[in-house]
């Protein structure tokens, strides 16, 4: 129940305990995350530097909740909110109910290894998983590959059709679908290769380096061209990109195995490692 507009009261589901969560001004969140992120708290999912915290707040896309022990950020997408959580317990799990009717949709992120108890808590209250994806890696140094395929990335006349595809293929709550910064961003930096046909893209990697790792942020191919070998066609391409790397990472829907046999192909391994989405 509410007790005026920014004040919300929420109680555990044994109601032996009364947790209020508070909506915090918007001068007064910076000094409060940061105050957060020094007392590092028992459990989190938000990894904001103060920086990138300061950046998203003033672009007001974030919303900040205090409780007791815990501090709530819902940052607002395209299309979704994300939910990030620093906290001492999970108390403040039963105000989402309060929280996600200003914020729909409303999505979490969870990773942890597969026998952590972390997620029990939302199972408790009955949310249920929406999707799992696991982290796999490949490492050491890559052999010689022989096909010769030469490099094309994706420059602003592909914006439209690099969006449609997106839409046409991933799930907005769970596949991390890039926002109009961060496209503009990859294509900037040459981070999206792909494959055309007659000028037209049909297949496409977005990927992101850090150090020596680089990671997989996405793979798509248009539904007419499957099972025509793109896939590795695309593999090829930004392995001989990325041939003075020694770490290579992705997540992939676990469901979804025509995927994982693309990755087990080029020698990547499964981690022990999952992100467990939930939508509220």
């Not at 108390?91 to 992120?109: D, F, G, R, T």
């Not at 380096?209 to 798509?220: A, E, F, H, L």
């Not at 990109?241 to 676990?254: G, V």
Request: charged share 30%; proline share 2%; glycine share 4%.
């Amino acid at each position: 129940m509410r007790d005026d507009r920014n004040r919300i009261i929420t109680c555990r589901k044994d109601y032996r305990y009364i947790a209020m969560i508070e909506l915090v001004k918007q001068e007064e969140a910076m000094k409060i995350y940061t105050e957060a992120v020094r007392t590092r708290k028992k459990y989190s999912n938000c990894y904001f530097s103060p920086n990138e915290f300061c950046h998203k707040l003033g672009k007001k896309k974030i919303t900040v909740y205090k409780g007791e022990d815990a501090l709530l950020l819902v940052e607002k997408g395209e299309r979704t909110n994300s939910l990030y959580y620093m906290s001492d317990s999970y108390n403040w799990v039963c105000s989402l109910e309060n929280i996600k009717a200003s914020h729909k949709p409303l999505v979490l992120n969870l990773v942890q290894k597969e026998e952590s108890a972390e997620k029990l808590p939302f199972l408790d209250y009955g949310y249920s998983v929406y999707k799992v994806y696991q982290r796999l890696r490949k490492m050491g140094k890559l052999p010689d590959y022989k096909e010769n395929t030469v490099s094309d990335y994706c420059g602003e006349e592909d914006r439209g059709r690099l969006r449609d595809m997106m839409d046409n293929t991933f799930d907005v709550f769970s596949d991390n679908i890039p926002t109009e910064e961060e496209l503009n961003e990859f294509i900037k930096n040459k981070n999206i290769i792909c494959i055309r046909m007659e000028h037209r893209v049909i297949g496409f990697i977005i990927f992101e380096d850090k150090g020596k790792t680089s990671y997989i942020r996405m793979v798509c191919i248009d539904r007419d061209y499957r099972g025509k070998g793109l896939g590795n066609k695309l593999m090829n391409i930004y392995f001989r990109l990325h041939s003075d790397y020694k770490s290579f990472t992705l997540w992939y829907d676990t469901e979804n195995m025509a995927a994982y046999s693309l990755y087990l192909r080029w020698g990547y391994e499964k981690e022990s490692m999952y992100n467990f989405i939930f939508v509220f």
